[in-house]
C-alpha cells in the first residue's frame, strides 16, 4: 500500500465521486486482473488507477464498491497465513476500514453473495465501461440475482452508467498530492536521462563496445535506485535509424560514435507516471545537421511551452509547434517552398507530415497516456467539419479543451527524416524529440522534467563531464 497519502485523501475522492451518483446510484470499481506471463510466472501486478485513486490500495483481487450515500465498501483477500507466507502479507477485511478509511470491507469471495444485496433497489450501476475483461457479465449475473427478487418487492437498478465519465474529470485536475509525486517522479527520470547520456560518451571515450541495453540498464538503475517501483512504459533507447521508428523499444542495436542517440523514458512513483523524451550525440558533440535539426525541434517545443497557460487550448501548444515545424522544414530544405508552398500552405496540406506524425501533447497522470477528454465539455456541441488534405476522410472537429490550473500535458515536438527522394541525405536517419511533462499553472506552465537539460551546450558540457 502507498504509505505517501492520507487515508483521509481518499475518503474525499470517494465522497467527491459518491455525490455525482446521485441517491440512487451504485459504483463498482474493480482493482485489475492479474495475467500470466508464463506456467507459473506472472507478469508484475499492477493495480487499475481508477481503483488506486479511489482507495491508495494496491493488493490484486479487489474491488470497491461506492454508494450514493458516500458508504463505500472494500471487497479483498482474506488473512491467510499459508498464502502469506507464499504471496506476502495481506490487509484482509478486519483491518482494511480502519486503515483505509472505509465503511465495511469483505473477503472477496463473499463478493457474488454480497454484490446483489448492495445493488437491491438502487435505480443505477455506475461502473468503468470497457476496461475490465469480464466486468459486465459478472454484473449481469448479480443484476440477474437481483432481478429473480422483484417479486418480493426488490427494485432491480434499471439504467448502467460509465464511471469514467465523472472519474475522468476527476484525475484531470491533480491536486498538490499529485503534483507532488508527479514532481518526484519526473526529478529520477530526469536524472536516468543523465546518467545514460553521460554512460554513453564515456563508454565511447573508452572504445568499449556501446550498445542500447547498456543505456537501459542506467535507467532502471537510477529509477530503482530512488524508490520508483517501475518504469511508466517500455523505455525506449534507439541509436540512430532506430530513433524514426516511433515504438521502437531498448534493444540491442550498436550505439556509434557520430550517431544521435534517442530515449524515451520515464519512471512510474506511487502511481505516477512520467515521461521524458531527449535526444543527444552519442560521443557528446552534435554534427552541423544534427544541430540544425535539433535546435529547430527546441524552438518548436518553446513555442508549444510559451502556449501553454489557464485558459488556452490544449490544441495550441500542437499548433504553436507545427508553425514553428513548418516555416523551419522550408528554411533547413526538407521541403521545398517550390513544391509545397508557403509555411501556410505546409500547415494546411499537412506537407510537414512525413517527418512529424504524432502530436505535440498527451495528457500525463496514473497512466503515461492519461485519462481525460480532449474535446471542452461545455462545447461538446459545437462541431465544425473538415476534409483531411491527406486521407480525404471527413472530420469532425470539436472545440479542444480549455487548460486549468492543475492538468498536467507532455510537451514532445520531434522530426523524423528517412531516406528519401529530395530530402538531403545530410539529415538521414535522424531522429529527433524533445519532451517535456508540464503542469498547468495560471499564468503559463511548470516544466517538471527540466532536471535533465535541453540546450545543446548544456547536454554537451553534462556528456564532458
Ligand atoms: N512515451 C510515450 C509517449 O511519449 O507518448
Ligand atoms: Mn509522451
Ligand atoms: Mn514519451
Known sequence: MDQQAPSALYAARRAQLASQLGPGGIAIIPTALEHPRNRDSDFLFRHDSYFYYLTGFTEPQAWLVVAGDGESTLFCNPKDAEREVWDGL??????APDALGLQAAHPVNELDQRLPKLLENRSVVWYPFATHPGLESRLNGWLGAVRARVRYGVICPESQRDLCGPLDEMRLVKDRHEQDTMRRAAQISARAHIRAMQRSAAMLRAGQDVREYHLDAELLHEFRQHGSQYPAYGSIVAAGANACILHYRADAAPIRDGELVLIDAGCELDGYASDITRTFPANGRFSGPQRTLYELVLASQEAAVAATRAGARFNDP?????AVLAQGLLDVG?????KVGSAQDVIANRSYFPFYMHRTSHWLGMDVHDCGSYVEPTQIGQI??????LSGETIQDRPSRILRPGM???IEPGLYVRPADGVPPAFWNIGIRIEDDAIVTDTGCELISRGVPVAVDEIEALMRA
Open 334 to 338: 526538407l521541403l521545398d517552398t517550390n
Open 90 to 95: 495481506r490487509l484482509g477485511p478486519e483491518a
Open 318 to 322: 500542437h499548433e504553436a509547434t507545427v
Open 384 to 389: 465544425s467539419t473538415r476534409k483531411d488534405p
Open 408 to 410: 498536467v500535458l507532455t
